[in-house]
């Protein structure tokens, strides 16, 4: 990564992306360093693009039914910087997409729906944009449709796993995995809520007075709501670590599962996953399952794939190999990434 960190800097580091809402005073508590050294180092690494605070809507509470994962192979005869370009304004075009990047050879699309008929119209659109600009391979694009409510989002890019074996070296005590699948009851919201939920999503680093200021309400309603949508599950507020200074490789998976073993028997083996290895995404459902990991080099990755894969096929939950593709960090281009304002557009 980077400039080397002291020690200090390495646990305030992990501690910001592991506690995201904590204040200054929490982390100081948190982590044992004294209050003014621990706001000197939030200031030096947020100065420094150590990381970037995003809130992210769990939008299935207000009418998103589904989380798309895309996935495929591109052709490499176009020129990267106009492959590149083309990628970047198709991103900007696609309000569903909130997550899209690519790697030389390779590229992951992350999409929210509201039903089926948008997912369908996305892949569409998806594959007439590869075929038109001759992006394809011979090898068929994946589609995996995880319905938000026969699905867990187990992960959902909270990176202080990847921290804690990348940067800080500690083991991580993780909280308790509930995999039961879960009945969303639509939020009514007025308009004075869906102007401040769009706004803490769209300026997620603004302190609230400045956000309240830009919407045009009171700096304490939006502050109340934001305290509320934290409580009540509507937000979700992660620091994302700059991808660059991390390096290393991204790891991308897509496993499917045997049919006679259902989600919940898995759950000794995704509490190996959390405890054991830098992952950043993991979704699943019952017969499959997409994550990604953040890996320091290839024997990294070889040794955590060799562990995984012998505890899953000693169980016999794997149903034949699965797909897997690495991307090295620094070969990233990132055409979209946690972009939710055209997703919030459409639902409110």
């Known amino acids: 990564m980077g400039r080397q960190l002291t020690d200090k800097e390495r646990m305030m580091f992990c501690s910001l992306v592991k506690y995201p809402t904590s204040n200054d005073r929490e982390l100081s508590e948190i982590t044992g360093i004294n209050l003014s050294t621990v706001t000197a180092i939030r200031r030096r690494l947020e100065s420094q693009n150590y990381f970037r605070k995003i809130r992210i809507p769990m939008v299935q509470y207000i009418g998103a039914e589904l989380l798309t994962v895309s996935y495929g192979d591109l052709d490499t005869t176009i020129p990267r910087e106009k492959r590149d370009e083309l990628c970047d304004r198709y991103a900007k075009e696609h309000d569903n997409t909130f997550l899209f990047m690519t790697s030389e050879d390779f590229a992951v699309q992350l999409n929210i729906s509201q039903n089926y008929t948008e997912v369908k119209k996305d892949v569409d ?20 449709i ?13 990176f202080s796993y990847a921290l804690h074996h990348l ?32 706004g803490l999503i769209a300026f997620p680093e603004m302190p609230d007075n400045a956000i309240a200021s830009k919407v045009g ?20 507020e992660i620091n994302v670590p700059n991808m660059d200074i991390l390096d290393g490789i991204l790891a991308f998976s897509h496993i499917l599962f045997n049919p006679d073993c259902m989600l919940e028997d898995r759950k000794a083996g995704i509490k190996l ?29 070889s040794t955590l794939k060799n562990k995984l894969i012998s505890y899953y096929a000693s169980k016999k939950f794997l149903r034949g190999e699965g797909n897997i ?9 990132f055409h979209k990434q946690f972009e939710f304002n055209g997703i919030l557009k459409k639902l409110l």
């Not at 319905?147 to 992960?155: A, D, G, K, M, R």
């Not at 009851?185 to 939920?197: D, F, H, I, P, Y």
């Open 325 to 333: 593709h690495l991307m090295p960090v620094q070969n990233l281009r």
């Open 125 to 144: 659109d998806l594959q007439h944009f590869l075929s038109k600009n001759k992006m394809l391979t011979a090898k068929s694009w994946q589609y995996v």
């Open 146 to 158: 995880f319905p938000f409510e026969v699905s867990s989002l187990i992960n959902y890019f909270d």
């Open 167 to 198: 940067v800080c070296d500690t083991s991580y005590k993780i909280p308790e995995i509930d995999l039961k699948y879960r009945k969303y009851e639509r939020r009514v919201l007025s308009s004075k809520e869906k102007t401040a939920l769009t």
């Open 217 to 236: 309400i009171s700096r304490q309603t939006l502050s109340n709501m934001r305290q509320r949508f934290q409580d009540e599950g509507l937000i979700y």
């Open 273 to 301: 996953v959390l405890e054991c290895s830098p992952v950043v995404f993991l979704v699943s459902g019952s017969f499959e399952s997409t994550m990604m990991h953040l890996l320091t080099d290839y024997n990294e990755y």
